[in-house]
């Protein structure tokens, strides 16, 4: 089985289906198409469709388990020939979220501006601004907001509760209008759900209805329960506007809040990760990889962002304190002051000073950990990055390709020049802890699990193919064969084998030697030459610590971020991941879009959209935006800018929001309903699936059964 159908969210059940799908989801027969089945005059075959029974037949038994006869069959095939008429649902891309917790959370719940343009339309000739700014405030946060208005509007509050919950409904049926009763009910709480289905369900505009649809309001708000009721509301609304999203990797890394947005996906419906090559390094770490480890503390220090090493998980950090404190001093870490990118983010001088030495010390581990590993993987072609060996030390200058650079750091305590890849006992010893403090943690382990579980390499949704950053490729354009542990794969293939064998670190069924090539990979993954989450010729890390002089720093992109705005080549990718369709697109996270410096996200005439608009507040400056959201609705492709993220009681007392700007990428031929996506194609292969049974059923092949 291929990494993608293992893992892609496409091979499981539709949410707007009703809970009987279970039985038969999966069960798509090709022993005999069902085109074969109708003659040219629109009639059915018998003699075939017998055929088909008779080979499908076990499947065909087990189906009618769940429909045991020609009622239930029948009603089955009804409700999702229905389903299939509906709007599609709309879709939601982001990338490079990079610890950004706040602004990822908020985007969630108000759909990234798309709450906001429903309440307009709803209200926008009855309400001022102002009033659709709060009302929206209060959608994304009735906590917050309740707690706000109760000491503001204390005589009044009945009736701000009557007009509120009104308004409330109204949204909420928008929002509930294209998904089947079914699924809404799904989204309901429980101990809210019959209540807010009937005011969904009953027009309270109906004279006959108009008494009833009141009563329930004023028992609700008689009852004490109109906050709670709000609350409930608010949360469907927001849980309904967002039917499917998809991340285009890198949760990890910068920002401090990782594992909040990875705690805030645990508990969210629909989601699909591709995973980036920031997600993998911490992937790797979790897997017990020390040269993953040492990356994930480095850039941890690097931005000053300790909360999810320390907060999040558990990591244990004055090992790594102590260790550097002893060992270095001020002076010689003055290249490795944190960036601090976040204003709340405050240090005192002598823990900037503490961090700087941690960050030396755990770069220097790092550097020595990648030569080893480096040097035990010479099919890599690596060894241009193991560079501690080129160092003379008593100069202080390096030899890179034959050229000379001063080095601006000399004080190297813990290296050997004549084994400067050896790590001394107390780095030995340091390692050790610190692999032991990922390895067991069991909340890095949980989110890795959830990584695993809702993510691939790629994705292949509605015409749309998903993957963070690069397709190998050679000059011409063709595909780039890569050596995956002594074989050699390209394209789609690539892509599957890596995620198997990432996989495979974690079963036990898989030999030992599989599994230590594995854990070696995430590294390679992270920062190789032909890995398709980075493809650079290098990371210059060493460099950029240890010379100034910026021609040493350069990074040379592969073929794949020269050639993606050619449409041939777009479409020779599309075609080997078989997306097929006349609007199919990609689209990758990875690279910044410089949208300050004129850069469009748009590429190749419409065929490709990279979306990484700069979540992290340290490419604000070089984005000129504060990120991106693509927006998939039945009839266009929307793209969304987003303003940075101030805080939640500014958006809570204000009313502000972070759309920027929205501009239509691509209008649809026409609106897309179920039928044309991927949930259709399974929808209509569990009619056909029934209609079979139905056959069978009335022609005596299977015996329909009493429901129990």
């Given amino acids: 089985m291929s990494d993608f159908t293992a893992s892609s969210p496409e091979s499981t059940i539709p949410e707007d289906t009703s809970a009987t799908e279970i039985s038969s989801s999966d069960i798509t027969s090709q022993a005999i198409p069902m085109a074969e089945i109708i003659h040219h005059n629109g009639r059915k075959d018998n003699s075939a469709m017998a055929r088909k029974v008779?080979?499908?037949?076990?499947?065909?038994?087990?189906?009618?388990?769940?429909?045991?006869?020609?009622?239930?069959?029948?009603?089955?095939?009804?409700?999702?020939?229905?389903?299939?008429?509906?709007?599609?649902?709309?879709?939601?891309?982001?990338?490079?979220?990079?610890?950004?917790?706040?602004?990822?959370?908020?985007?969630?719940?108000?759909?990234?501006?798309?709450?906001?343009?429903?309440?307009?339309?709803?209200?926008?000739?009855?309400?001022?601004?102002?009033?659709?700014?709060?009302?929206?405030?209060?959608?994304?946060?009735?906590?917050?907001?309740?707690?706000?208005?109760?000491?503001?509007?204390?005589?009044?509050?009945?009736?701000?509760?009557?007009?509120?919950?009104?308004?409330?409904?109204?949204?909420?049926?928008?929002?509930?209008?294209?998904?089947?009763?079914?699924?809404?009910?799904?989204?309901?709480?429980?101990?809210?759900?019959?209540?807010?289905?009937?005011?969904?369900?009953?027009?309270?505009?109906?004279?006959?209805?108009?008494?009833?649809?009141?009563?329930?309001?004023?028992?609700?708000?008689?009852?004490?329960?109109?906050?709670?009721?709000?609350?409930?509301?608010?949360?469907?609304?927001?849980?309904?506007?967002?039917?499917?999203?998809?991340?285009?990797?890198?949760?990890?890394?910068?920002?401090?809040?990782?594992?909040?947005?990875m705690d805030t996906l645990a508990n969210y419906r629909d989601w699909d990760?591709?995973?980036?090559?920031?997600?993998?390094?911490?992937?790797?770490?979790?897997?017990?990889?020390?040269?993953?480890?040492?990356?994930?503390?480095?850039?941890?220090?690097?931005?000053?962002?300790?909360?999810?090493?320390?907060?999040?998980?558990g990591i244990n950090l004055l090992p790594l304190a102590t260790f550097a404190m002893e060992t270095y001093d001020d002076k010689g870490c003055k290249g490795f002051q944190t960036r601090i990118t976040d204003e709340n983010n405050v240090h005192s001088d002598k823990t900037l000073r503490l961090l700087a030495k941690m960050h030396k010390a755990i770069a220097i581990i790092q550097f020595k950990l990648e030569g080893a590993l480096i040097e035990s993987h010479p099919e890599w072609g690596m060894d241009n990055r193991r560079m501690l060996h080129l160092i003379d030390y008593d100069k202080g200058t390096i030899n890179i390709g034959g050229k000379i650079y001063q080095l601006n750091d000399t004080d190297f305590p813990t290296i050997d020049p004549a084994s400067p890849y050896t790590l001394t006992a107390e780095e030995q010893h340091l390692i050790h802890k610190l692999h032991h403090s990922f390895t067991v943690s069991t909340g890095l382990k949980r989110h890795i699990d959830s990584l695993f579980s809702h993510g691939c390499m790629y994705g292949i949704y509605n015409g749309n193919l998903l993957f963070h950053a690069s397709m190998p490729l050679n000059e011409d354009g063709s595909l780039r064969e890569v050596e995956v542990y002594g074989k050699k794969y390209k394209g789609r293939r690539l892509f599957s084998e890596i995620g198997m064998l990432l996989r495979s670190v974690y079963n036990d069924d898989t030999p030992r030697s599989t599994r230590d090539y594995a854990r070696d990979y995430y590294w390679y993954l992270w920062c190789g030459p032909d890995s398709p989450l980075y493809d650079k010729d290098r990371m210059t890390t060493f460099e950029r610590y240890f010379i100034d002089d910026r021609e040493a720093w350069k990074e040379e992109k592969g073929w794949y971020y020269k050639l993606r705005d050619r449409e041939d080549v777009c479409d020779m990718i599309l075609n080997e991941f078989g997306v097929e369709g006349s609007d199919r697109h990609i689209i990758n996270g990875h690279v910044p879009v410089r949208t300050g410096k004129g850069e469009s996200p748009i590429r190749a005439n419409g065929k490709l959209?990279?979306?990484?608009?700069?979540?992290?507040?340290?490419?604000?400056?070089?984005?000129?935006?504060?990120?991106?959201?693509?927006?998939?609705?039945?009839?266009?492709?929307?793209?969304?800018?987003?303003?940075?993220?101030?805080?939640?009681?500014?958006?809570?007392?204000?009313?502000?929001?972070?759309?920027?700007?929205?501009?239509?990428?691509?209008?649809?031929?026409?609106?897309?309903?179920?039928?044309?996506?991927?949930?259709?194609?399974?929808?209509?292969?569990?009619?056909?699936?029934?209609?079979?049974?139905?056959y069978a059923f009335r022609h005596g092949m299977i015996k329909e059964t009493q429901r129990r």
Wanted: aromatic share 8%.
């Fill in 54 to 261: 008779e080979a499908d037949r076990r499947i065909l038994e087990l189906l009618s388990q769940t429909f045991p006869d020609i009622s239930a069959a029948s009603t089955e095939v009804i409700n999702l020939e229905a389903i299939l008429n509906l709007p599609k649902g709309t879709e939601h891309f982001v990338a490079d979220l990079h610890g950004e917790h706040e602004a990822f959370r908020h985007i969630l719940k108000n759909a990234s501006g798309n709450i906001k343009r429903k309440v307009t339309d709803l209200f926008g000739n009855t309400m001022l601004d102002s009033e659709i700014r709060q009302l929206c405030a209060l959608i994304y946060y009735p906590e917050e907001k309740l707690q706000s208005l109760r000491s503001s509007r204390r005589d009044d509050l009945d009736d701000f509760y009557t007009v509120t919950l009104h308004k409330l409904i109204n949204v909420c049926r928008t929002v509930s209008s294209k998904y089947t009763r079914s699924k809404v009910r799904k989204a309901l709480p429980r101990e809210y759900a019959y209540i807010i289905e009937e005011l969904l369900h009953e027009a309270g505009g109906e004279y006959d209805k108009q008494a009833y649809f009141n009563r329930i309001i004023e028992t609700i708000i008689s009852t004490g329960q109109a906050e709670s009721f709000i609350i409930s509301l608010c949360n469907v609304i927001q849980r309904l506007s967002i039917d499917q999203l998809h991340i285009l990797g890198d949760v990890y890394d910068r920002g401090p809040g990782a594992h909040i947005i």
């Fill in 273 to 313: 990760i591709q995973w980036g090559n920031h997600d993998i390094l911490w992937m790797g770490a979790a897997a017990g990889n020390d040269a993953c480890i040492a990356n994930v503390l480095r850039v941890s220090l690097r931005y000053g962002n300790l909360t999810t090493l320390e907060d999040g998980y």
């Fill in 609 to 694: 959209m990279v979306i990484d608009g700069g979540f992290a507040k340290a490419y604000h400056k070089t984005t000129g935006i504060a990120g991106y959201t693509l927006i998939y609705h039945s009839s266009n492709f929307e793209l969304v800018e987003h303003e940075p993220f101030t805080s939640v009681e500014e958006a809570v007392s204000n009313g502000t929001d972070i759309v920027r700007s929205t501009k239509m990428v691509e209008q649809t031929t026409r609106r897309k309903c179920v039928r044309d996506t991927d949930k259709g194609r399974v929808l209509e292969a569990q009619i056909n699936e029934l209609s079979e049974l139905l």
